[in-house]
């Protein structure tokens, strides 16, 4: 295992302070619960979002921490979910009275962890709700999930209900717009070479020289098929291919499309991708209202690439188009 | 005979021998557990106890009643157990207390409502049901057994609850998993009994032995 | 060699197309000629900026093209220059008048074709400046270059040189703030894996399992030592003293740090190096004006990362917080 | 004798003959840069003139003089060559018709200017001096021959200066390279002959074989 860090238990605190201490006038950290907050948390008349997880998928979560997106991301140890007590302390500190919204990646961990937080923290007499995103179009079941893994589409549901609550909307309102963009994006993932766990010291999986995993989560955990590795225009199409069976789209619709690097996949073999997901949606008449290209939710160094395809009305549009200033993603 | 009255101490004794067991069952429960998942049940659940262990003087004179107690053990196993069994026995202990605020002392049949509590926890934080091959085998069926077995005696009623767990719990050994990461291993989890529904009886089992200790069989 | 790409020798072109796709509202592509430039240009009565070189360093140049940085970027294939007659439709397509500044690294390729371009451009009556960036610390001559090679730190004169000339400056007064960057800037890098070049199909040099290389440029060229892996503080430390070596810093002063990820370096690591890097300053009372990590001038999917440090001054503190907005880069 | 005079079509010429000495040579300068660089020189210029010679009709019937012409020479040359070669060698032809705007022949005197203000762009681009094995190694001492050697005739003249390139070339062998890419290769450059100090001979003799063409030898 080669990586660039002192100890394997000790990566996700050090990267926390890491990220900290790069932002210090924006963030902040709770000490010792690998909590990230805004520093201005609890912002005023606001409902609080959070957001968290196992770590090793950064930027997220903690990256997405700021001005119209996230006000507080839970780290858990890399690929584990974070325990109740630091997402309870996560609630706490964002929730101004107005109620805490929770944006939880759909694994049986984090939704068990959320879950058991939210009630203590109504037990707190903290109004909480969340949503769980389930974007990933691959499997139904997986290791860790029951029903549909959330992936990179998790982003634009940050984006989204972030922004929503900026605006000084109601826990309500948030979870009903965090909703509809779950309703409305799907991702699907490939790679061509798998992550190395700090404290596992080995890959997730091995890939021949060859080939590429097609429709893998983001732990390493197996895809749907094993391929001869295809061309950057055939991955494109197939991943499309998946997405469009799942949430059929029709001339004149628009999306807004993510092309996520998985960790140690150059920019360029994205930007190649996109180049093709945008010829393909243009053949097909779909409107691309906006695009992502980059590391947004990533599997440590794996290397691959997710595409995710959300449809937009005109709610999505100006919420997506609104102010955001975090680390990882400025508007 | 009087009827059964369980004080706070019970409690507090409960939890030693709970966290006693653990350290005596750490490597079974996580060879166990290697066989179908992870390989660490029994270090997880050892971990949590081992720090509630630490803090159980503590909680003890802070709580002001059985829940409040059962609450602080059951976050303190939240925190420290992690994965899976982490919220799930967590939430058992802080829902088992959910009832009775305000109690030092509870009676039998206050004890079989904490337990539902804490079953129905599980069920409702891990959306399995029985044959999923999870400790759901073992908590539901035992469950079933202490609630309609009303004409027995408490220690007997308790008795059939723990010898029905563990009838469960050996029931995992030929089913598929459905639930947690065994999930991953499909058919190739047959054979193998499930970690959680094994640690589940014998959880139940300490407190069956300290009912016996006090109506001094 | 596993790739997520079409065809090796089409790599530049797909790439620009796909970062063009995924930007039309900032961004086009002059035709045939591997230049991106803002879609406004020629800026009125702004000096343009100009930068480019061998591709495979993604986001550089192109992901820097947008209001308050460049305003073209050459690109040339993979590692290589790109050539005068590029430039020169560059520089034609960004000139308003007011005179182009080209932002060139020392590599022996770069400056020459550069150089050839300016006086082309001067022969049809355009002013032409430029700035050699080489903030490499690790070697003074290198098989592309004479002299020292310009790395990462290349992205702080973009960032500065743009807002200068943004604010109206002229031509001279461009080149004497980037003139200014460049002699306070040290960049140095270590790797951990090689990349492959698409059309070389081969990695670039080869590493044991437990091996590090220290100085090494952003083409695979060889660096200055190789040594048994080390941890991350003890990497942040090596890297710091070659640059303090170079450019004594005493308590008092300020600097800009950039921690750069050469492009399959999982972002956990580059926080975990920052933070190390941050505690260095820190004790040797140097302030930290502001902190970027991320791949900014990467190495196709090399692991490792460089660290940066930019004295700082009043005038250079206000236009590193300029605004800019770019694919890359928004402030 | 009448003065040397050389018009238009001499120089579309020498652009035709040097594109078929690099066909010829095109294995033999890969070869030699294999040895010490990245083995692409020939291949290099081979893009280079093919590309030249594709467009030499057009750009000959466009260019309203010799330096329009050898400056779109040049650009071709620039834009296909690449690498370090193309720069270089691009710069040359463009900068060698500088100085005689408006002209559509040029006198012997004038060619050797012509020459002179080409290898100045090699110096200025390339910054290499003589010892560095390059193409530098060549054309200086060269240079000085021609410029100094007024008292031979012109095709003599122009003879000794390629016969001193030739030398020059010959000269890199035991060298170590300091520029280009060679230089990486250290003392491992010693032994090799520099691929862009042959070419550019081989290029110049292309000039003097024409030279001796007009005089009728
Ligand atoms: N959804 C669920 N519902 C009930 N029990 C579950 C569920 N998922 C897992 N379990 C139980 O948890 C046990 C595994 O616990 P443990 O090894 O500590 O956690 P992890 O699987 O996260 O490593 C399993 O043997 C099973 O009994
Ligand atoms: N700085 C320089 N000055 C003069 N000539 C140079 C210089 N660098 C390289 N050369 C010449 O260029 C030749 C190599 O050309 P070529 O192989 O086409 O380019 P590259 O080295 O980029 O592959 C060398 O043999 C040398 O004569
Ligand atoms: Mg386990
Ligand atoms: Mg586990
Ligand atoms: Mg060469
Ligand atoms: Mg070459």
Request: charged letters at 25%.
């Given at each position: 295992?080669?990586?660039?860090?002192?100890?394997?238990?000790?990566?996700?605190?050090?990267?926390?302070?890491?990220?900290?201490?790069?932002?210090?006038?924006?963030?902040?950290?709770?000490?010792?619960?690998?909590?990230?907050?805004?520093?201005?948390?609890?912002?005023?008349?606001?409902?609080?979002?959070?957001?968290?997880?196992?770590?090793?998928?950064?930027?997220?979560?903690?990256?997405?921490?700021?001005?119209?997106?996230?006000?507080?991301?839970?780290?858990?140890?890399?690929?584990?979910?974070?325990?109740?007590?630091?997402?309870?302390?996560?609630?706490?500190?964002?929730?101004?009275?107005?109620?805490?919204?929770?944006?939880?990646?759909?694994?049986?961990?984090?939704?068990?962890?959320?879950?058991?937080?939210?009630?203590?923290?109504?037990?707190?007499?903290?109004?909480?709700?969340?949503?769980?995103?389930?974007?990933?179009?691959?499997?139904?079941?997986?290791?860790?999930?029951?029903?549909?893994?959330?992936?990179?589409?998790?982003?634009?549901?940050?984006?989204?209900?972030?922004?929503?609550?900026?605006?000084?909307?109601?826990?309500?309102?948030?979870?009903?717009?965090?909703?509809?963009?779950?309703?409305?994006?799907?991702?699907?993932?490939?790679?061509?070479?798998?992550?190395?766990?700090?404290?596992?010291?080995?890959?997730?999986?091995?890939?021949?020289?060859?080939?590429?995993?097609?429709?893998?989560?983001?732990?390493?955990?197996?895809?749907?098929?094993?391929?001869?590795?295809?061309?950057?225009?055939?991955?494109?199409?197939?991943?499309?291919?998946?997405?469009?069976?799942?949430?059929?789209?029709?001339?004149?619709?628009?999306?807004?499309?993510?092309?996520?690097?998985?960790?140690?996949?150059?920019?360029?073999?994205?930007?190649?991708?996109?180049?093709?997901?945008?010829?393909?949606?243009?053949?097909?008449?779909?409107?691309?209202?906006?695009?992502?290209?980059?590391?947004?939710?990533?599997?440590?160094?794996?290397?691959?690439?997710?595409?995710?395809?959300?449809?937009?009305?005109?709610?999505?549009?100006?919420?997506?188009?609104?102010?955001?200033?975090?680390?990882?993603?400025?508007? | 005979m009087a009827e059964l009255i369980l004080n706070?101490q019970f409690f507090?004794n409960v939890i030693?021998d709970m966290?006693?067991l653990?350290?005596?069952?750490?490597?079974?429960?996580?060879?166990?557990?290697?066989?179908?998942?992870?390989?660490?049940?029994?270090?997880?659940?050892?971990?949590?106890?081992?720090?509630?262990?630490?803090?159980?003087?503590?909680?003890?004179?802070?709580?002001?009643?059985i829940?409040?107690?059962l609450?602080?053990?059951?976050?303190?196993?939240?925190?420290?157990?992690?994965?899976?069994?982490?919220?799930?026995?967590?939430?058992f202990f802080?829902?088992a207390?959910?009832?009775v605020?305000?109690?030092?002392e509870v009676t039998f049949e206050e004890l079989i409502g904490m337990i539902e509590n804490g079953v129905n926890?599980i069920?409702?934080?891990?959306?399995?049901?029985?044959?999923?091959?999870?400790m759901?085998?073992a908590f539901v069926p035992g469950l079933n057994v202490l609630k309609d077995s009303t004409d027995l005696k408490p220690i007997e009623r308790f008795a059939a609850f723990v010898e029905q767990m563990k009838k469960g719990a050996?029931?995992?050994?030929?089913?598929?998993?459905?639930?947690?990461?065994?999930?991953?291993?499909?058919?190739?989890?047959?054979?193998?009994?499930?970690?959680?529904a094994?640690s589940s009886w014998m959880l139940m089992e300490v407190i069956l032995n300290n009912l016996k200790k006090i109506v001094g069989e």
């Open positions: 295992m080669k990586k660039i860090i002192n100890h394997p238990e000790r990566v996700v605190t050090e990267m926390l302070e890491g990220l900290v201490a790069a932002y210090p006038n924006q963030l902040k950290l709770i000490d010792g619960r690998a909590v990230v907050t805004r520093k201005d948390v609890p912002v005023a008349n606001k409902v609080g979002i959070i957001s968290g997880g196992g770590s090793g998928h950064e930027p997220a979560h903690a990256g997405y921490v700021g001005q119209g997106m996230l006000d507080a991301a839970v780290a858990g140890e890399v690929f584990t979910s974070p325990t109740p007590d630091q997402i309870l302390e996560a609630i706490k500190a964002v929730d101004s009275g107005k109620g805490v919204f929770m944006v939880v990646k759909n694994y049986t961990g984090d939704v068990m962890n959320f879950d058991m937080a939210a009630e203590l923290a109504e037990m707190e007499g903290i109004q909480v709700d969340k949503v769980v995103v389930n974007d990933d179009v691959a499997v139904e079941d997986s290791t860790f999930t029951t029903g549909r893994r959330g992936i990179a589409g998790t982003i634009l549901v940050h984006k989204i209900a972030g922004a929503k609550a900026e605006m000084g909307a109601t826990l309500a309102d948030v979870k009903a717009v965090a909703e509809k963009v779950v309703k409305n994006v799907r991702s699907m993932g490939m790679a061509i070479s798998p992550c190395t766990p700090p404290a596992v010291g080995k890959p997730s999986f091995t890939l021949g020289e060859n080939e590429m995993e097609i429709g893998l989560g983001i732990h390493g955990e197996p895809g749907t098929k094993r391929k001869t590795l295809a061309t950057a225009d055939e991955i494109a199409e197939e991943l499309t291919d998946h997405i469009f069976k799942d949430m059929p789209l029709s001339s004149g619709d628009e999306v807004a499309v993510m092309i996520n690097g998985l960790g140690a996949t150059p920019e360029m073999e994205l930007f190649i991708v996109n180049r093709k997901v945008n010829q393909i949606l243009k053949e097909k008449g779909i409107g691309v209202y906006e695009t992502f290209v980059g590391n947004f939710m990533t599997s440590l160094e794996m290397a691959g690439c997710s595409v995710t395809l959300l449809k937009l009305d005109d709610e999505l549009k100006d919420l997506l188009a609104a102010h955001a200033n975090t680390p990882a993603f400025k508007k | 706070r507090v030693k966290a006693e653990v350290e005596k069952e750490k490597d079974h429960l996580t060879k166990l557990d290697s066989d179908i998942g992870d390989g660490d049940h029994g270090v997880n659940l050892s971990i949590g106890f081992r720090e509630t262990m630490k803090q159980l003087e503590l909680i003890n004179s802070q709580a002001p009643d829940s409040s107690f609450k602080k053990v059951g976050m303190i196993l939240l925190g420290k157990v992690g994965g899976s069994s982490g919220p799930l026995y967590g939430g802080i829902k207390g959910a009832d605020q305000g109690k030092d926890s069920l409702q934080r891990g959306k399995a049901q029985v044959g999923d091959k999870t759901v085998d050996e029931s995992t050994i030929p089913l598929v998993a459905k639930k947690g990461r065994a999930m991953r291993l499909g058919e190739r989890s047959v054979g193998h009994k499930d970690p959680g094994e």
